[in-house]
């Protein structure tokens, strides 16, 4: 695994100095990729690997379709979305995963030439599942599932005469905690297992396992504490990628519970070897805002330390890395051919959501996840404050061409779950605003009547009002002018009230019929 073009500098290089002066320089305004995250927003559960200079990174999508996010980056700091992994129903059928289900913790390895990815789907068929490819764009292969492994958060590890192990997080009431097989990828036959292999230094769920080789060890790095608060990560190393495995005496390797640290529930960690040799490691994380019990809205974000080798035991150093902050705005103009990696729907297909493309607009149709709620077009939102705003029709023109689309009904909608979102909805000539808090629905604030053809819906995630992490600011806009038609704590949509594993997102959906989209555009605002 391997290389980035940072150079680590160490105080014991220069005795005699302090830290601050034999720190690495930094420029004046970039952040310690242990405060900001190096994949912001809804990317949870990262996995690495390095490729010669290259370094790829995949993320649990759960319900989201497609999934499993592929990114790329030659410097471990600045990274471009390649694609989604599984695009196919031979890979993995959104439309049987409710909220915070579908395909969990993913492994990406790569070995013999060959990329391999190896995850969870918790609802359909379930199991494991293994998929490969030569080349990260793709296309992957169609998904073999390993039966009999009955559990979560895979990983891929291969000894020397080539024996691959897929370790994992058993959830079978009689044999709980972190188990391993031997495994035939061709085939996906269990060869050998599972047997149980070490069940962490005694805190809550452990899970999300990862073995690695190095300097004739076997480390096992595993997540402890549950996702939350008491997040952590802990290692354990044998002479055999079978065990027994002893743990490290500095056991937990990372975590933040108990600090005022700006980024807590951190774990779920994945280590990386350099070119250089050096070593670094990727981990979830969340940036929880407000007053107590403090709420995030983002879900778990993916951030970046160094490790250092003392003593035959891996270190986390959280301020070997910096980044100057990276604008994630953008706009689409969503009128094909085909739509940018960053467009998922929850639940369902972007085929069955998107009816056509082209000749300057998107038309949706309207579509129910299993819960009945509609599903949506959407972006994962990255910032803490950011605007989002779509184009829309409100009506068909009155001289439209008969090949024209009627616009029934339209929405944008700021979404955590099924549940739990708010959303700008303009039917019949009438814009309002929606708010869905668990069992309770209810338009809020004004109603403003929309006379042209075509109108701007928005969204603000502003500074909070309230004892929570933001407001979300429901607008509509004729001519340029906005008219803000409700404000709505942040809290609400947070994954403290709303429970579950995801993040924010938004997009657009249709209402009662298509709905024509002409444009988007998410402005990050930090």
């Known amino acids: 695994m391997t290389s980035t073009t940072t150079t680590p500098v160490s105080a014991s290089a220069a005795p005699g100095l302090s830290d601050q002066e034999t720190a690495p320089r930094r420029p004046a305004d970039a952040t310690l990729t242990s405060v900001q995250p190096i994949v912001p927003g809804f990317h949870p559960d990262p996995s690495i690997c390095r490729v010669g200079d290259d370094y790829y990174l995949a993320c649990s999508s759960f319900e989201y379709s497609p999934g499993v996010p592929l990114w790329h980056s030659t410097d471990l700091l600045t990274w471009a979305l390649v694609g989604n992994v599984l695009e196919?129903?031979?890979?993995?059928?959104?439309?049987t995963a409710g909220a915070s289900q579908g395909v969990y913790a993913p492994t990406l390895r790569h070995h013999d030439g060959r990329f391999w990815l190896v995850t969870t789907d918790v609802s359909g068929g379930g199991g494991q599942l293994l998929v490969s490819t030569e080349a990260p764009g793709g296309p992957w292969s169609?998904?073999?599932?390993?039966?009999?492994?009955?559990?979560?958060d895979p990983d891929l590890a291969?000894?020397?005469d080539g024996s691959c192990y897929v370790t994992y997080c058993s959830t079978t009431a009689d044999a709980p905690g972190i188990t391993q097989a031997r495994v035939d990828l061709t085939s996906g036959e269990v060869l050998d297992g599972p047997h149980r292999l070490w069940q962490g230094s005694g805190l809550a769920h452990p899970e999300a396992p990862h073995l690695y080789e190095h300097d004739g060890?076997?480390?096992l790095v595993i997540a402890e504490g549950g996702t939350e608060r008491g997040h952590t990560v802990a290692v354990a190393r044998s002479t055999s990628p079978e065990g027994p495995f002893e743990p490290a005496p500095h056991n937990p390797m990372l975590t933040h519970r108990s600090t005022t640290h700006p980024v807590q529930n951190t774990g779920h960690a994945d280590l990386v070897e350099l070119a250089d040799g050096s070593w670094a490691v990727v981990y979830?994380?969340?940036r929880p805002a407000g007053t107590t019990p403090l709420f995030h809205v983002n879900g778990r974000?993916?951030?970046l330390a160094g490790v250092d080798w003392v003593d035959g035991w891996p270190v986390v150093d959280e301020h070997r890395f910096s980044q100057v902050p990276v604008d994630r705005s953008f706009v689409d103009e969503l009128d094909g051919p085909g739509l940018h990696p960053r467009w998922v729907v929850p639940s369902a297909s972007v085929d069955e959501v998107v009816r056509e493309q082209g000749r300057g607009r998107l038309v949706l149709a309207p579509v129910q996840s299993p819960s009945g709620d509609a599903s949506i077009l959407a972006a994962r939102t990255a910032g803490l404050r950011w605007r989002a705003e779509a184009d829309v029709d409100a009506a068909a023109p009155s001289d439209a061409a008969p090949e024209s689309v009627?616009?029934?009904?339209?929405?944008?909608?700021?979404?955590?779950?099924?549940?739990?979102?708010?959303?700008?909805?303009?039917?019949?000539?009438?814009?309002?605003?929606?708010?869905?808090?668990?069992?309770?629905?209810?338009?809020?604030?004004?109603?403003?009547?929309?006379?042209a053809r075509r109108v701007t819906l928005v969204v603000e995630a502003a500074d909070p009002t309230h004892a929570g992490p933001d407001d979300l600011r429901l607008l509509v806009?004729?001519?340029?002018?906005?008219?803000?038609?409700?404000?709505?704590?942040?809290?609400?949509?947070?994954?403290?009230?709303?429970?579950?594993f995801t993040g924010r997102v938004v997009g657009v959906r249709a209402v009662g019929g298509p709905a024509v989209v002409h444009a988007f555009r998410y402005v990050d605002r930090g």
């Open 284 to 286: 979830l994380g969340v």
């Open 301 to 303: 974000e993916t951030f």
């Open 477 to 500: 806009s004729q001519d340029g002018t906005d008219t803000e038609l409700a404000r709505v704590d942040g809290r609400y949509l947070s994954t403290e009230v709303a429970g579950g």
């Open 88 to 95: 196919r129903d031979d890979q993995f059928t959104a439309a």
């Open 217 to 219: 060890w076997w480390y």
């Open 158 to 160: 291969w000894s020397a």
């Open 142 to 152: 169609s998904a073999t599932r390993i039966p009999g492994l009955v559990g979560i």
């Open 406 to 451: 009627v616009s029934s009904g339209v929405a944008l909608r700021v979404r955590l779950d099924d549940a739990h979102w708010c959303e700008v909805l303009l039917e019949a000539g009438v814009a309002r605003a929606v708010v869905r808090i668990g069992p309770l629905e209810s338009e809020v604030g004004a109603e403003v009547a929309v006379g």
